[in-house]
């Protein structure tokens, strides 16, 4: 078996050893009745489940680490206590049921030096599983050494036993000078211990940088709720240990194994800055806020009397209405103080809403205001653009792909909605906390920004689209013209110069009046062609669409298939709609290569559904022309549709719909 599977499996096997033993404690407790406290009880499982789970997850990722395995020796330790004390317990309910009845009860009173050994020993090798360095070793040899002697002082003493195991005869192996001497140095040597190992941490902390030094303020902050326990056990109304105590003692053992998981599975690990601020911030506001409930309660007291309630709801009322103002005063500065990278970003952006919201600065300057807030020079914005699919810059011009360059991507959400994706450095040392509240203080003005942009974006399509239709229309007069100039209009002005060639032939009379008459008409003709070149609409609609596409087909060089409904639409849905017929039909004789041509026109859901599909190659794409292009935007134009289907060697369908009404 190689070492890593010998590990785990080791590992595993230790976790079902504890949990099993936890078992049988909970079984003692429950036979030994009442002498047992709940919170005893839950304190104890919850610590033993908390340190051995993360110390489980640690040997599973990292194997070689040995704080996974400190943490999990410190839940066997914490378990044998249990299971002590509940043996101890249940042979006192039950004599004689359960052997070591005396060994079991002096170790729950001695045994307690070992509930902070593993403590002490991670806070030496924390976070890598190593000492900072070789000189190192005498600490730890004296840790051991001052643990050992208070351990056995204690258990080889003739001291009494604490409750409820008094009645209990101590070991007595040792006299009680030696005893307690050995003891006294013990205590001594495990403050010194302790001591050296906070050094080890500071020592770290100072040499490290980045990931390692964001490790050693978890653990920090963890070991913050250390004196806090012994505030609340001092403060601890009950002379057995009560709630308070057991608060305290929770959070301790459930803070620093919780601590050590993240720093060392570096889960959400750069949130401790985060953390370690919001914990100043209402640690300073409780404080704050219950010396002034008890003030102004007093002073209402003395003035009202005591016990009134008026003084009390006027306290309330009062910490009520100054908690969100106090709150924001001291959060600045906690900042101002111990982050002051934080408060100047937050100031900064504070500053451009200020601006925004009196009308002297505009929401798409927000990545701008970014970049200065974290120093990111490179930083931008880029906003998502829901009808294209893609997101685009402050201009509203489309951007199909974000730049490889920052490699840093933070997107911006409000709930489900995409609003943007911020392309800044990557952060060298993870994730930056500074920048998700950064966008977070200035979602609103992102929000904004991206409506604008899109609103932007859709009007730059529209006059895009308005520009390419007149465009079209400007060419197709164009065209009209010069096919009329160079057909009709030459043939009607080759007619007249006959006829006056005929006239002159004739000489004057009445026949010549005649003719004078015929080539004013062909002067009027000629005048109204060119007129006509400004706006045309095939003759053949005048009759419906289903005539028109009828004779466009008619004309067709191979053989074409018409399926028009007879129903009459509106005039310029109509023309678009043989338009589209006509560029769908000359395209297919041109390009398709097919026999035979399909024009359908049909009423479907209150739209007019036109599809022109031909039995080609296929493999057909709109091309930069004004062909499809053109049609596409006289199509949207109408509120209409464009679709070209085309898939190699299986021909090709173009097909438009229009709104028509029911």
Not at 22 to 31: D, E, R, S, T
Not at 119 to 144: E, K, M, N, Q, T
Not at 565 to 572: I, K, L, M, N, P
Request: hydrophobic share 50%.
């Amino acid at each position: 078996m190689d070492p890593v599977r010998r590990s785990k499996t080791l590992a595993w096997s230790l976790g079902a050893l504890i949990a099993a033993l936890v078992l049988a404690v909970l079984m003692l407790v429950a036979g030994a009745g009442e002498r047992q406290e709940f919170w005893g009880d839950a304190l104890a499982v919850v610590a033993v489940f908390t340190t051995t789970g993360v110390g489980l997850a640690i040997t599973a990722r990292q194997p070689g680490n040995r704080i996974g395995w400190l943490l999990m020796l410190n839940g066997l330790l914490l378990v044998l206590s249990g299971l002590a004390e509940g043996w101890a317990a249940y042979s006192a309910e039950h004599p004689g049921a359960l052997p070591g009845e005396r060994l079991a009860a002096v170790w729950d009173t001695n045994g307690w030096p070992l509930l902070f050994a593993a403590i002490v020993a991670l806070a030496f090798v924390f976070p890598d599983g190593r000492l900072p360095s070789r000189r190192w070793r005498p600490a730890v040899a004296l840790a051991v050494v001052a643990f050992s002697c208070t351990l056995l002082g204690g258990l080889l003493s003739g001291d009494r036993l604490d409750e409820p195991f008094e009645h209990v005869r101590p070991l007595d192996v040792l006299p009680g000078a030696t005893s307690g001497a050995l003891q006294g140095l013990g205590l001594l040597g495990m403050v010194i211990a302790f001591v050296l190992a906070l050094s080890a941490l500071v020592v770290r902390f100072r040499r490290a940088e980045g990931e390692q030094r964001t490790q050693i303020k978890w653990i920090a902050w963890a070991g913050a709720f250390i004196p806090l326990s012994i505030v609340l056990g001092t403060l601890d109304p009950s002379d057995a240990p009560g709630i308070a105590t057991f608060v305290g003692l929770v959070l301790v053992e459930i803070a620093i194994p919780g601590a050590i998981g993240v720093a060392i599975l570096r889960y959400r690990l750069y949130d401790i800055d985060r953390l370690i601020s919001a914990t100043l911030v209402y640690a300073v506001l409780t404080v704050c806020l219950g010396t002034s409930f008890a003030a102004v309660a007093l002073v209402l007291g003395i003035v009202l009397g005591g016990g009134s309630v008026a003084a009390t709801a006027a306290a309330t009322l009062a910490v009520t209405l100054a908690f969100r103002p106090l709150r924001d005063r001291v959060q600045r500065l906690v900042d101002r103080r111990f982050d002051r990278l934080r408060y100047e970003a937050n100031r900064q952006v504070d500053a451009f809403l200020a601006e925004l919201r009196e009308g002297r600065a505009q929401p798409e300057a927000v990545g701008a205001v970014l970049a200065v807030a974290v120093s990111d020079p490179s930083l931008r914005v880029f906003f998502w653009l829901p009808s294209e699919g893609q997101h685009g810059d402050d201009a509203g011009h489309p951007v199909p792909v974000l730049p490889a360059e920052p490699a840093g991507r933070t997107p911006v959400r409000r709930g489900e909605l995409h609003l943007a994706t911020i392309v800044h450095l990557p952060q060298a040392s993870g994730p930056s906390p500074l920048l998700d509240d950064l966008i977070v203080r200035a979602g609103l003005a992102i929000e904004i920004a991206r409506l604008r942009v899109e609103v932007r974006h859709q009007l730059a399509e529209v006059e895009a689209s308005r520009s390419r239709i007149v465009s079209a229309g400007l060419e197709e007069r164009r065209r009209l013209e010069r096919d009329l100039h160079d057909g009709a209009q030459q043939r009607l002005i080759s007619l007249g110069l006959e006829l006056r060639h005929a006239q002159h032939e004739l000489g004057a009379g009445e026949a010549s009046a005649t003719l004078d008459s015929v080539v004013a008409g062909l002067t009027d003709a000629i005048t109204e062609l060119r007129e006509l070149a400004s706006g045309v609409r095939p003759a053949a609609l005048d009759d419906g669409l289903a005539p028109a596409l009828e004779e466009l087909a008619a004309r067709a060089p191979i053989r074409t298939e018409v399926t028009a409904t007879s129903e009459r639409f509106s005039a310029d849905l109509e023309a678009a709609a043989y338009f589209v017929a006509s560029e769908g039909l000359t395209n297919a004789v041109k390009h398709a290569g097919g026999s035979q041509v399909r024009l359908q026109a049909r009423r479907s859901d209150g739209r007019l559904v036109l599809r022109v599909e031909d039995d080609g190659r296929g493999g057909a794409a709109p091309g930069g022309g004004s062909g499809l292009v053109g049609l596409a935007d006289r199509v949207a134009a109408l509120g209409g549709e464009l679709d070209l289907q085309s898939s190699e060697g299986r021909g090709t369908a173009l097909v438009a719909e229009f709104p028509c009404g029911q």
